[in-house]
């Protein structure tokens, strides 16, 4: 099945941009919607932005829509996060994950990402 793996995560400043990729390592994924979630310390999992297979439809948490933009190049086998004006309550564990239907609920996504760190400084 579908192996996933988030890199471009680090430490920005506020305001800064980060690109964040979920790449697939096991196999294509043009099928799959996929979501990014984010997982800050003693905090539920919540999503962030979901793409479905085509790429034709995407949602947004309230908190970054307007600044973060999900596409998605399955020649690539690549979702991409881009993550602009960044602010301190975006730090957190950013994961990618897939599924097979179209929802923003985590429970629903059965192959995740072993997740990628974000820091946003002040």
């Known amino acids: 099945q579908v192996q996933l793996v988030e890199s471009g995560g680090g430490l920005v400043q506020a305001g800064g941009s980060l690109r964040l990729s979920c790449a697939s390592s096991g196999g294509a994924f043009s099928g799959y919607c996929v979501g990014w979630f984010h997982q800050a310390p003693g905090k539920e999992r919540e999503s962030v932005a979901v793409i479905s297979w085509s790429g034709g439809t995407t949602y947004y948490a309230d908190s970054v829509k307007d600044r973060f933009t999900i596409s998605r190049n399955n020649a690539k086998n690549t979702v991409y996060l881009q993550m602009n004006s960044l602010e301190p309550e975006d730090t957190a564990f950013y994961y990618c994950?897939?599924?097979?239907?179209?929802?923003?609920?985590?429970?629903?996504?059965?192959?995740w990402g072993q997740g990628t760190q974000v820091t946003v400084s002040s």
């Open positions: 994950a897939a599924s097979h239907s179209l929802t923003l609920n985590p429970e629903f996504f059965g192959f």
